[in-house]
């Protein structure tokens, strides 16, 4: 009777794991993934000295040398990271500078607004310029979807669409966009970085986008503004590094202008490249991407992949003897009592017990809400501030209810519950029968 009750729980996680995307499934991959091509601080004022009739120099207005790349390897679309046109973004020096480089390949533009382009009032020139592919001018933010992935351009020029601070019309906009477009893979571009070891620092100003694109499991952001290379680790908007649920972000300020040195490195820079111009391409992937800094000689400066937090990805399922991890109603017990109170999230560390080992990622759940005192669920989720939770279990007061799920561990190894009930308590039990490595 136990052998089968322990196939049966067996086969219903699996069947919950497929549902959730955990197991790798067959299919024809396309056969071409978009790509996008990024870079920003692009294009001299034409009276520079440097200008040299567009060419530039060695050093310095090398616009015309990175837009070849783009001409020759064909990128999907382009991202201009900001700064497109110095020293003020005015729509004369556009047309004598920006055009006749960057401008051959603005059919598959989306640009960036930078801080440069305010200089002319309200950015007029750079909105002239780009047209409806800038967005509204009165706000400078926008978003698209490129193959299997949604790209998200914000305006960190705050003074300029209403401010970037929590509950900003930008950041507002930011939180529904992404709510709106749920898909395994999401890339935020913007002309400021919120962490840099340049010369301007890194900007405080752009948490607010940070946490709001780190709550919904984003991937990578693209900035510019400082006048050099640099790419991060994954980490989170507090500087901590995460390398399961961080956002990875590059630093491409190697449109053109000029290159300058950096300061100190600040925490989870990897690579860190000064005197290269370029251009970033990225292969946009159906559950990850590729980059690939390409230099004006060809070469390439830098390179690797990730996977998108949100992707289905294949793990091992290795099945357990059922096992109670947690049991509140045991106050004794080190993962027991008391009872989770009402929007409380507790986390439970996991890892090590029923023989769960370090390298598990997930674990097929069953999870029982157990005497509740008011109507509510339970939201389950991995430990640390990249989710809220899924829904897994709906309940009635005094009323157990259980359910199966799938539940992802944190970097820690934890597990967060929360019970979302109006007020009162409910106790919690968690039985595993399995975990993903």
């Known amino acids: 009777m136990l052998t089968s009750v322990r196939r049966t729980w067996r086969v219903q996680a699996l069947r919950t794991a497929l549902a959730a995307g955990l197991l790798a499934a067959s299919g024809p991959a396309p056969a071409v993934d978009p790509v996008l091509a990024a870079a920003g601080d692009i294009a001299c004022a034409p009276e520079s000295p440097s200008f040299n009739d567009g060419n530039g120099t060695a050093t ?8 070849d790349l783009l001409v020759s390897r064909l990128p999907d679309v382009v991202l201009p990271l900001g700064d497109t046109q110095y020293e003020d973004g005015a729509l004369s020096r556009f047309a004598l500078s920006y055009h006749p480089s960057w401008g051959r390949v603005l059919a598959k533009t989306r640009p960036v607004v930078g801080n440069h382009e305010y200089g002319t009032a309200d950015a007029a020139g750079y909105f002239t310029y780009f047209g409806a592919a800038a967005g509204d001018p009165d706000k400078g933010y926008y978003s698209f979807d490129l193959g299997a992935w949604h790209v998200v351009v914000l305006n960190s020029n705050c003074g300029a669409p209403g401010g970037c601070a929590a509950g900003s019309p930008q950041e507002t906009w930011l939180r529904a966009d992404l709510a709106a477009h749920p898909g395994a893979c999401t890339l935020a571009a913007m002309h400021h970085p919120r962490f840099s070891s340049g010369m301007h620092g890194s900007d405080a100003a752009q948490s607010a986008f940070w ?3 780190f709550a919904a499991g984003a991937d990578v952001v693209l900035a510019g503004h400082e006048h050099d290379y640099e790419r991060f680790a994954p980490q989170r908007p507090d500087g901590t590094a995460d390398a399961l649920h961080g956002l990875r972000q590059f630093i491409v300020g190697t449109g053109g202008r000029d290159q300058r040195p950096f300061e100190t490195p600040v925490a989870n820079s990897e690579v860190r490249l000064t005197g290269t111009f370029g251009v970033l391409e990225l292969t946009l992937h159906p559950s990850s991407y590729d980059w690939k800094l390409v230099a004006t000689d060809g070469s390439t ?5 990730g996977t998108c937090h949100r992707a289905p990805r294949p793990l091992r399922f290795r099945p357990v003897p059922p096992c109670r991890l ?4 045991r106050a004794a017990d080190p993962l027991g009592g008391p009872a989770l109170p009402a929007n409380e999230t507790r986390t439970f ?3 090590g017990a029923c023989g769960i080992p370090e390298s598990a990622e997930a674990l097929a759940l069953n999870v029982t809400a157990v005497t509740p005192t008011a109507r509510g669920s339970l939201r389950v989720g991995p430990s640390g501030p990249a989710t809220s939770g899924t829904e897994v279990v709906s309940f009635r007061s005094a009323r157990t209810r259980a359910a199966l799920t799938v539940g992802w ?4 190894g934890g597990l967060a519950v929360t019970p979302g009930m109006t007020s009162g308590t409910t106790h919690l039990v ?3 029968t399995g975990y993903f490595e």
């Open 326 to 329: 947690v049991d509140t109603r």
């Open 349 to 351: 560390p996991l890892r």
């Open 430 to 432: 968690l039985d595993v």
């Open 409 to 412: 561990l944190g970097n820690d």
């Open 60 to 67: 310095e207005c090398r616009m015309k040398a990175t837009s």
């Open 211 to 213: 946490d709001a694109l």
């Open 301 to 305: 400066a830098d390179s690797g992949s």
